[in-house]
């Protein structure tokens, strides 16, 4: 079939099926994946696993956008407002979910790489249910703010976590020797000069942007940046999700006179890449294996919410935060969707070349984490609408 017939096929019927799920109260990105499974390899079969390979560039590109729209929220006044009791509820609340699931999954699989990964996964939250539910609450107080911030300075602690625990675990299977050069100064390099390309590119955007007059040329502009950002972060085995996000930040701190209606411009573009990134992620869901994935996605899910709960706790009594924090916070960090989807495909990718263990483990990441998608984005919701509106800070129709 016509690669241009599949996209539009991709586009039409994943924006059918995400408007549905929205009309029910479900977050439509779960509308795209529900529709990929129908159309996919569970399904219709129109999209097989040959045809998902040849679109990676398609998945590459879209996970650079999602760095990079995750960075347009990391303002300078953001960090000033933080003060560290958000630092270290982030930093609690990242680590509780990273070593709880990482300890739950090794006790059932008896196998610290496989460990190892889901821990790391386990960390990244979703902020746009989330916030979705605040905008809608119309939620003002500490409780909220919180939230906010939280949602925004997740992801990058979760991809510094996920780049420590992919590099050990690629050492357990490859049988390599460990040593403080690979499990600490190689990520570290690599978040380094990830950071480094996306501050970069950045700059170069942003003094671009500024001599430019016609705001038609912004489009381009900025698509061009986050390709050669990402392809020079594939060619280099950078992270693309933290260059692309070090991009966002760096242009929106820069404050540029049009960079809100740039940011707009992008954001009204990302909608349809979206729609395909998703799809072909449901596509390569098999139904068939959650009979044999169901014990580790249902521990993967009990861990991870223990350890986001208890983590925000900790962090919060340690801080000494607000009350309401301390009682509520955890609630509102449990969804995960585009991160920890694009994360679980960056997996399936990069152990693809350590045999079969690393296929194997490619495989049931996939599958485990777009199960437990379904489940988190139908619970994360409802549960931080419930806790800003225990904290009180939803106002009373009157």
């Given at each position: ?5 599949i ?19 479900f977050?439509?990105v ?6 990929g ?6 399904g ?13 560039p ?12 995750v960075?347009?929220e990391l ?15 982030l930093?609690?609340?990242v ?16 196998k610290?790489?496989?460990a190892?990964v ?9 902020p746009?249910a989330?916030?979705?539910?605040l905008?809608?609450?119309k ?7 919180t939230i906010f ?10 991809l ?9 675990a ?24 990830s ?6 590119c ?13 705001e038609?040329?912004y ?6 940046t986050i ?9 280099f ?13 760096t242009l929106v ?6 960079s809100?209606h ?7 573009f ?7 990134f ?10 068939n ?6 014990l580790?996605?249902l ?8 350890g ?13 935060a607000?009350?309401?924090v301390?009682?509520?916070v ?18 399936d ?16 990441v996939?599958?485990?984490i777009?199960a ?12 931080v609408k ?13």
């Amino acid at each position: 079939m016509d690669i241009l017939l599949i996209l539009g096929i991709i586009i039409a019927a994943g924006l059918g099926s995400g408007k549905f799920f929205q009309k029910i109260r479900f977050p439509q990105v779960v509308g795209f994946i529900v529709i990929g499974a129908v159309i996919g390899r569970s399904g219709f079969g129109l999209l097989n696993a040959e045809l998902f390979e040849s679109m990676s560039p398609i998945n590459s590109f879209a996970l650079g956008l999602i760095g990079f729209m995750v960075g347009r929220e990391l303002t300078f006044s953001v960090f000033k407002q933080l003060g560290k009791t958000i630092f270290t509820i982030l930093c609690f609340e990242v680590l509780g979910a990273f070593f709880l699931v990482t300890l739950v999954i090794w006790l059932i699989t008896q196998k610290l790489y496989i460990a190892l990964v889901f821990g790391a996964l386990a960390t990244a939250t979703a902020p746009a249910a989330t916030v979705d539910v605040l905008w809608e609450c119309k939620a003002k107080g500490v409780l909220t703010t919180t939230i906010f911030s939280l949602v925004a300075l997740d992801d990058v602690l979760a991809l510094l976590v996920y780049a420590f625990a992919v590099s050990y675990a690629k050492a357990l299977i490859s049988s390599s020797t460990l040593s403080v050069m690979k499990v600490l100064f190689v990520p570290l390099f690599e978040i380094g000069a990830s950071m480094i390309l996306g501050v970069a590119c950045g700059f170069i955007l942003g003094w671009v942007a500024e001599r430019i007059k016609d705001e038609k040329q912004y489009l381009p502009l900025m698509l061009a940046t986050i390709m050669i950002s990402i392809g020079i972060a594939n060619h280099f085995h950078l992270s693309l999700i933290l260059s692309c996000m070090m991009l966002g930040m760096t242009l929106v701190n820069l404050r540029l006179s049009r960079s809100q209606h740039a940011f707009k411009v992008m954001e009204d573009f990302t909608g349809p890449v979206y729609i395909i990134f998703f799809v072909l992620i449901g596509s390569q869901f098999q139904i068939n294996t959650l009979p044999s994935m169901g014990l580790l996605g249902l521990a993967y899910i009990g861990a991870r919410m223990a350890g986001k709960i208890a983590g925000t706790r900790l962090g919060a009594t340690v801080s000494q935060a607000d009350p309401a924090v301390r009682k509520y916070v955890g609630l509102a960090l449990f969804s995960q969707a585009g991160v920890a989807i694009g994360l679980a495909l960056a997996v399936d990718h990069e152990f693809s070349y350590l045999g079969t263990q690393g296929e194997e483990l490619g495989s049931m990441v996939i599958n485990v984490i777009m199960a437990t998608t379904f489940v988190v984005q139908l619970i994360g919701p409802p549960c931080v609408k419930y806790a800003v509106t225990k904290a009180g800070e939803v106002p009373t129709r009157g």
